[in-house]
């Protein structure tokens, strides 16, 4: 499955050589099949592998000189997994420098490695790109919005992982393996994560508080470890794609909670995966969470896609009054409530529209999902 999006946003990049092009995400979304597809008829292309010992190798003792004779007449180098490199930042920095008719192209699937060994030295020498798993809006665009919506349901269970949707039957294998450690290899790897059982009973709590409020102290009784040590696996797993945090919306009012936050999967079917339930989604006790899980990742592949440049929260008071989601951008603030059953009640939230005066509220259900994400 081809994300059609950064496909036309990187091959405009190729045109305007200079910068390094910078494509993270995590594992098994498709960036090495988006590059081969981009590079697919060009012999003029070099494939690395950071995960290989012998490109690492080839990078420990680097220079201007051994990099020419290697790449040759080459006129794209792509370097697939390029965290697993050490100090690959300033590598690349050496490249773009020295070498500036080679159009230098990286992949990552860790940005507490790669993103940070990355920025400083190559400040106004890239063009940097996220990718996740396959989109509603990617897949509307492959097949249509009717049979994407008669899918909803599978999706929710089985979430947008390429090998998922391209391997119908086999979606269960394929999460298990995913969620078992492949998603978080890089943390694995690092050196401070010692215990790896504990960050995957942490996953697991997270898991089953989506859609609600989380405290790094519950989260660390749960699984034997002190707030501060859980928030800090929280981050790494953020870095690696794995989670994303949502933040609570604080302005006016006294009785807004200011600090609170969310915790959601990129994916529904990894989250699925890690408690062991694929059960359907009509039987679904924790349907209502993992609609709202499903609706906040989408929108935020939307927003990293398109730019539109917003920011987003939930909404809380200490007397129990919430909203969802909330956008603002270019100075308007829209209000969502999402709901899986259409005919569910609810009510307006008057004391926030009050509060915040021309702001828009809707509610999203999957009678109108496209007018949320498309």
């Not at 269970?157 to 090998?163: F, K, L, M």
């Not at 697991?204 to 790094?216: L, M, N, P």
């Not at 990894?270 to 039987?283: V, Y």
Request: with cysteine; aromatic share 12%; charged share 25%.
């Amino acid at each position: 499955m081809i994300h059609r999006i950064l496909n036309e946003a990187i091959q405009a990049k190729l045109l305007n050589k200079g910068k390094a092009i910078i494509v993270m995400g995590p594992r098994q979304v498709g960036k090495t099949t988006l590059l081969k597809e981009l590079f697919k008829n060009s012999e003029e292309a070099l494939w690395l592998n950071g995960d290989e010992w012998d490109v690492q190798s080839f990078f420990e003792n680097i220079s201007s000189t051994r990099l020419k004779s290697i790449f040759g007449e080459k006129k794209y180098v792509i370097i697939d997994e390029a965290q697993r490199i050490k100090d690959i930042g300033i590598k690349l920095k050496l490249i773009v420098d020295q070498l500036p008719s080679i159009q230098l192209v990286a992949t990552g699937s860790s940005s507490f490695d790669l993103a940070a060994q990355v920025n400083e030295p190559l400040t106004g020498r890239k063009w940097e790109y996220k990718m996740y798993p396959v989109s509603f809006a990617e897949m509307v665009g492959h097949h249509g919005l009717l049979d994407e919506k008669r899918l909803l349901f599978h999706r929710l269970v089985y979430g947008y992982y390429p090998d998922v949707i391209n391997n119908p039957g086999d979606e269960r294998e394929i999460l298990k393996q995913l969620s078992d450690s492949y998603l978080y290899k890089d943390i694995l790897m690092w050196e401070q994560i010692k215990r790896p059982e504990k960050l995957v009973k942490l996953l697991q709590a997270i898991a089953f508080q989506i859609g609600s409020q989380v405290s790094y102290s519950e989260l660390g009784q749960i699984c034997g470890l002190d707030a501060k040590t859980i928030e800090k696996y929280i981050i790494l797993l953020e870095q690696c794609f794995v989670i994303f945090r949502l933040g609570s919306f604080s302005r006016n009012l006294r009785n807004e909670l200011k600090n609170s936050k969310k915790i959601y999967f990129y994916d529904t079917g990894i989250r699925n995966a890690l408690i062991a339930d694929f059960s359907i989604a009509e039987n679904r006790k924790d349907i209502g969470a993992l609609w709202e899980n499903f609706l906040v990742a989408e929108r935020k592949k939307k927003m990293e896609y398109n730019m539109p440049w917003r920011n987003s929260w939930f909404w809380r008071t200490v007397s129990q009054k919430e909203i969802d989601y909330i956008e603002e951008g270019d100075g308007i603030m829209q209000a969502f409530e999402f709901k899986w059953n259409p005919a569910a009640k609810y009510k307006v939230p008057n004391q926030f529209l009050e509060t915040y005066p021309g702001s828009a509220f809707s509610v999203v259900h999957p009678g109108n999902v496209e007018d949320f994400l498309l």
